[in-house]
């Protein structure tokens, strides 16, 4: 009986190189995803003057509104006459442009304001808001925005800013006919007296 070997052959260079390329390839176009999902995560891109502080003095004309149920007769932002404040209406908001509330070279957001008013210049209430940022290049005005259910946000614009709600009012001075209500006293540190 006859015996047969298997004659094996050494693979030559010039195959090793054909097949490595080949694995390569193979490789290389299996770990190929689309283009959207190979980019990498990019955080939301953050305003030099935000995140380095201003560059620059900034004075920011004040405009208040109203969209609580009775007139402020006088409020202020960091000590700066912010006027009286009607009752915001479908078209308009609660009071006129005053002057200014400076913000200093090298200011870094979020800054705390500090808001005080008065409905009756009984009482006086108190509050903290925070400005989170500049969003235009050209900042011109502040808007400090009182709410019905008690919180107040500040925002800097270039234009006149934006009413947040459009309520029908009774007149300048109160929403309703009857039961107005606010939430001062909920949302804010007030106290008695004629000026804190």
């Given amino acids: 009986m006859a015996t047969i070997s298997k004659v094996y052959e050494r693979p030559s260079v010039r195959s090793l190189r054909g097949s490595a390329w080949l694995g390569v390839l ?3 176009a299996s770990c190929k995803q689309p283009a959207s999902e190979t980019k990498p995560l990019e955080a939301p891109p953050v305003r030099r003057q935000e995140a380095a502080g201003l560059a620059k003095p900034v004075s920011l004309e004040i405009y208040g509104y109203n969209y609580t149920d009775l007139a402020i007769d006088s409020f202020e932002v960091n000590g700066q006459g912010g006027g009286d404040l009607e009752v915001s209406s479908i078209d308009s908001g609660g009071g006129k442009g005053t002057c200014c509330v400076g913000l200093s070279p090298g200011t870094r957001f979020p800054v705390e304001l500090t808001l005080r008013w008065t409905r009756e210049r009984k009482r ?3 509050k903290a808001v925070q400005l989170k ?9 502040l808007g ?3 709410f019905p259910d008690g919180h107040i946000e500040a925002e800097v614009t270039e234009g006149y800013p934006d009413l947040k709600l459009k ?3 009774v007149d300048a001075g109160r ?9 001062d006293e909920q949302s804010a540190r007030c106290r008695d007296g004629d000026d804190p």
Wanted: net charge positive; charged share 15%; aromatic share 10%.
């Fill in 175 to 183: 929403r309703k006919p009857t039961g107005n209500s606010v939430q």
């Fill in 144 to 146: 400090v925005h009182f």
């Fill in 133 to 141: 940022g500049i969003g235009t290049a050209n900042p011109w005005h």
């Fill in 167 to 169: 309520l029908d009012r």
């Fill in 26 to 28: 193979l490789l290389a």
């Fill in 124 to 126: 006086w209430c108190e």
